[in-house]
């Protein structure tokens, strides 16, 4: 069993940041990537950042220049710095991440959804 557990959201202004975190724990052995998600009310969930084993990193054209995803392998985390939000940037975030297991098994699991609200 693979759990994730985010943390890190909140209410903020125009134009303030939030650092959102995503644990991994369980049987894992690594973390193979990890992505974050977002879903606003009445919309669908979309993908709005990810990074693969090797640390290559895709955003949505929405966030580029403005959010940045990391990891600390050592830790089985991953984070998503959000830097001059919008209240566009409303929404539920959920993380997401494939991951192999001591049982040798690669495991899609997701994290139960941390809010971020940007007020105008």
């Known amino acids: 069993q693979v759990q994730l557990v985010e943390s890190g959201g909140g209410v903020v202004q125009a134009g303030g940041s939030l650092r959102l975190s995503c644990a991994a724990s369980g049987s894992i052995i690594s973390i193979i990537h990890m992505g974050w998600y977002r879903q606003a009310p009445g919309k669908q969930r979309e993908l709005v950042a990810r990074?693969?084993?090797?640390?290559?990193?895709n955003y949505a054209d929405s966030v580029k220049g403005r959010f940045t995803i990391s990891r600390d392998n050592a830790r089985n985390t991953g984070y998503l710095q959000m830097n001059s939000l919008k209240p566009e940037d409303t929404a539920v975030y959920y993380c997401n991440a494939a991951t192999r297991t001591w049982a040798l098994e690669t495991v899609n699991s997701w994290g139960q959804g941390t809010q971020v609200t940007v007020s105008s």
């Open positions: 990074i693969t084993s090797g640390g290559y990193t």
